[in-house]
């Protein structure tokens, strides 16, 4: 069984750019999270999708971050403009409908200069 | 929001030693889990055990869910077990997760 695939691996970008991040779920999978790893913390939920719908986007700073599971399968993250403090990794997660085990992607580092 | 609280912060192991890590958490919850972050960053899922003792080879863990507390057993370790070992806890049914700050753990040989 495929993993959780993410692109990139790494990115770097000078602060008020632009960034995406790419995520595919396991195959049969409804439910698709985005989390946010700042260097020595635990990782921090930004938004919940339920097949195509949003769960929870609680933690999600809308004025700059954005995403979207238009199909209900793989899934985007958007950052425009970029700040210092969006430097971290963002984890890609994705579990069976319901409370069940999470299974998270490789991660993009992203670094902002 | 709940609290989760692991301990201890940092662990340092010769391989072939045992240990347990400690997960509090300030509610009641109907998810936990606990996962294996290596060195290059992987997160593994190891249990999800809202409730009772799991054990996957020389892994075990126990939540006591009416003490509010999750032990994960590491026995015989490895320096293969290393890394940092999270915590997370939901409370809401919606498998939305919590983590804690997590333990950092090193085996030398």
């Known amino acids: 069984e495929a993993g959780v695939a993410q692109s990139p691996r790494y990115k770097i970008i000078e602060k008020r750019q632009s960034v995406a991040f790419w995520c595919n779920p396991i195959s049969g999978h409804a439910t698709l999270y985005w989390y946010q790893q700042i260097l020595g913390q635990g990782p921090k939920l930004l938004i919940q999708f339920q097949n195509n719908g949003v769960v929870d986007d609680s933690q999600l700073p809308k004025d700059r971050f954005s995403a979207e599971r238009l199909k209900g399968v793989d899934s985007t993250l958007k950052i425009q403009p970029a700040k210092l403090e969006d430097s971290a990794v963002y984890l890609c997660?994705?579990?069976?409908?319901?409370?069940?085990?999470?299974?998270f992607g490789n991660g993009t580092r992203l670094t902002v200069t | 929001g709940i609290q989760v609280e692991q301990s201890p912060p940092d662990l340092i192991l010769q391989e072939g030693a045992n240990s347990t890590l400690r997960c509090n958490f300030s509610?009641?919850?109907?998810?936990l889990q606990w996962f294996h972050q290596n060195p290059w960053g992987q997160l593994i899922n190891l249990f999800y055990i809202p409730s009772g003792t799991k054990q996957n080879g020389r892994l075990s863990a126990t939540t006591v869910a009416t003490e509010r507390y999750s032990l994960l057993y590491i026995s015989s370790s490895q320096t293969t077990d290393s890394g940092v070992y999270f915590c997370?806890?939901?409370?809401?049914?919606?498998?939305?997760?919590?983590f804690g700050a997590g333990t950092r753990l090193a085996v030398h040989p």
């Open positions: 509610d009641s919850v109907n998810n």
């Open positions: 997660a994705s579990s069976l409908a319901g409370v069940s085990p999470l299974h």
């Open positions: 997370a806890v939901d409370s809401g049914g919606y498998n939305k997760l919590i």
